[in-house]
């Protein structure tokens, strides 16, 4: 399996996404504010890998505090929370990861423990993603029918999680088990990650893959050529509304116009049932220059204004069902979803 995040001797070691898939380049990081510019910079990206490399982030800036006493050691330690959580807002994997290794320190009564307890969280939140990441491939393997073709968007593979993948995860499972499973990517436009990284992963995977330009998507669904459309999520509110990649919202309006079934794949870390609906979910805007320019070329004539938010909501009304490692849930999702607590 691909270790695109590995804690070793003391560092965290990411694959950098950026350079991909001209050159596969290793980032060796030491400082929790390095791991805060990867995210930021989106050389690590996608919900779940985002929430596992700030907790190793949070452990980084533990190890380099040098305070005996507790209550100066969470404080300055709070800070360091505040920074990394401060890096991207939408992907609610962030702040659940972050928030489960911070109990970890409140209820550590031995500060000369503190330390080990924190890297200790930090690698179960990796062991249990994987783990859950299988489970929701399985449940969402069986939504696929044989010899399917799947329109997928943005990059939802082992680089974007804990190691397996969410909506990849699936597509993956689905080859595994012999169903003959043909992938149409979206390129992903701004930052291209379908054509740089689902395309790259499902290509070391063996499982056949077709590049097509975002505006493409409603002539493939029209002529009838994908099977299904099966996207990750950044948070998933109460109701079912769903954050993901922008220009998730128009394939799932399509699909629906065209009568093709519309999966979310979200491990339960990208659930948030603290916001009744996706207008409560912040949306990130992300730097002009991600518009603007391509590899340093300008594209855009000068003093042309430029939007860029990174995600969009889907309205849970166009969505077939949310894929979970808890089980598979539809409509209504304001309780289906909380039924899932207790499971």
């Not at 430029?306 to 304001?334: K, L, M, S």
Request: hydrophobic letters at 40%; one cysteine or more.
């Amino acid at each position: 399996m691909l270790r695109p995040m590995e804690w070793k001797s003391g560092k965290l070691r990411l694959l950098d996404q950026t350079r991909l898939p001209e050159a596969e380049v290793y980032l060796e990081l030491e400082d929790y504010r390095e791991v805060a510019s990867a995210i930021r910079e989106m050389r690590v990206r996608g919900a779940p890998a985002i929430g596992l490399a700030a907790a190793y982030g949070l452990v980084l800036g533990a190890q380099k505090l040098q305070t005996p006493n507790r209550q100066e050691f969470l404080s300055e330690l709070a800070q360091v929370k505040e920074e990394l959580s401060a890096t991207r807002p939408t992907a609610v994997n962030l702040f659940w990861a972050l928030e489960r290794l911070w109990q970890v320190a409140e209820g550590e009564p031995d500060p000369s423990s503190l330390k080990a307890r924190l890297l200790e969280e930090a690698r179960c939140l990796e062991v249990e993603e994987v783990a859950a990441e299988q489970r929701l491939g399985e449940y969402g393997a069986q939504l696929i029918p044989d010899g399917a073709t799947v329109l997928t968007h943005c990059h939802t593979g082992s680089l974007a999680t804990g190691g397996y993948g969410t909506a990849l995860g699936i597509i993956r499972v689905a080859h595994e088990r012999g169903k003959r499973v043909k992938v149409i990517a979206d390129e992903t436009r701004p930052r291209l990650q379908g054509a740089r990284l689902t395309a790259w992963e499902l290509k070391r995977l063996g499982i056949p893959v077709m590049v097509i330009v975002d505006g493409a998507a409603g002539s493939f669904l029209s002529r009838g050529l994908i099977d299904c459309v099966v996207v990750g999520a950044d948070r998933v509110a109460a109701n079912g509304d769903t954050a993901n990649k922008i220009g998730t919202y128009s394939l799932a309006v399509l699909a629906m116009e065209n009568g093709v079934p519309f999966y979310v794949a979200a491990p339960w870390s990208s659930i948030d049932l603290s916001l009744p609906s996706g207008s409560e979910i912040p949306v990130e805007e992300r730097p002009e220059d991600e518009i603007t320019h391509i590899r340093g070329q300008r594209l855009l004539p000068q003093g042309v204004g430029v939007a860029n938010p990174a995600f969009d909501i889907t309205p849970h009304q166009y969505i077939t069902a949310i894929i979970t490692e808890r089980g598979v849930v539809r409509e209504p999702y304001v309780t289906k979803l909380k039924e899932l607590i207790s499971g």
